[in-house]
């Protein structure tokens, strides 16, 4: 089902890698306008987006801030763990993100705010590997993939209850320009961070794990077209449906700095999945859309690095 109205379009999160591309991907948009609510202001901000600092567990003012900006959409996707997270890690999500979410997806239910959530496709289906459908069943082996799973049941929840219109997107792995290069998520990002620094990667194993990859500006023009054409009640894999090794991303990367980048293989981790690619039927059913290779995104995001000196240690 479809339904195409202005969008006020709040993102809760915004400031981040994903949040920060897709808050100008929507700006783009006519009869779009944008509004981003994140712990603090960003470094850059851009003409036309509304900015306001604060955290989830402030409900009143975010319910404020949908109520001046008369928000129709609010896109959550905040997150405090990454999928290495410990137990620890994942009770202090659940306080900061889970119970939070709560009361907006309350708000929203009852108030007709569509909901869009940014899940995970690669830790919610688990160890299933393939070529994996939103049909599967989930069953996360992280506490990051439990985080996001226990959000859709939430989710699902109050559609039953309370008719809430929802997206869940489900992306697969992301990256290029604006993606942290020294953080310890992101494998493209990470080894663009180490090429830079003249240090080795460390590879887990033989380097012939499988997983889908898709360009940021790939990513947000489907999330900004799905919100745009009013796709509501859908659960939609967002990636290439395409999977490439590591080992293949490393000659990429070489092809592009001139075989700059130093490999060193270490032990494989048992938990990792062999292959892991995102079935994307659903998605260009709805949208059609042909993405840049992954050769182009590399290039792209290879190139954007070179030129920009902040970057260059």
Do not use: W
């Amino acid at each position: 089902m479809s339904i195409m109205v202005n969008k006020n379009i709040l993102l809760l999160g915004g400031n981040g890698f994903l949040g920060r591309s897709l808050a100008v991907e929507l700006n783009k948009r006519e009869k779009f306008r944008v509004s981003v609510f994140d712990l603090t202001e960003p470094c850059h901000a851009y003409d036309g987006i509304n900015y306001y600092a604060g955290n989830l567990n402030e409900t009143g003012k975010i319910i404020s801030i949908i109520q001046k900006e008369h928000i129709n959409v609010l896109v959550h996707m905040v997150s405090t763990i990454i999928p290495g997270s410990s137990v620890d890690n994942y009770i202090s999500n659940c306080e900061i993100v889970q119970i939070n979410t709560i009361p907006l997806l309350d708000y929203c239910a009852k108030n007709k705010v569509e909901f869009v959530f940014f899940s995970s496709g690669g830790t919610v289906y688990g160890v299933k590997g393939g070529t994996i459908r939103e049909d599967e069943p989930t069953a996360p082996i992280s506490y990051y993939g439990l985080s996001k799973v226990q959000i859709e049941d939430l989710i699902n929840f109050y559609h039953r209850r309370y008719n809430l219109n929802y997206i869940i997107l489900r992306p697969s792995n992301p990256y290029g320009h604006g993606q942290n290069l020294y953080g310890k998520q992101g494998l493209i990002a990470v080894i663009m961070g180490k090429l830079l620094k003249n240090e080795p990667v460390n590879v887990f194993g033989n380097g012939e794990t499988i997983r889908d990859y898709i360009y940021i500006d790939d990513f947000v023009y489907y999330v900004a077209s799905l919100i745009h054409k009013g796709v509501l009640n859908e659960t939609v894999n967002i990636g290439s449906g395409e999977g490439y090794s590591i080992n293949q991303i490393v000659s990429f990367v070489n092809k592009m700095s001139g075989d700059k980048l130093k490999v060193e293989y270490i032990d494989a981790r048992k938990d990792d999945v062999p292959k892991m690619i995102l079935d994307t039927t659903r998605l260009h059913n709805f949208i059609d859309h042909k993405n840049k290779t992954m050769e182009e995104g590399i290039k792209l995001f290879y190139d954007g690095i070179m030129n920009d000196n902040t970057n260059i240690i």
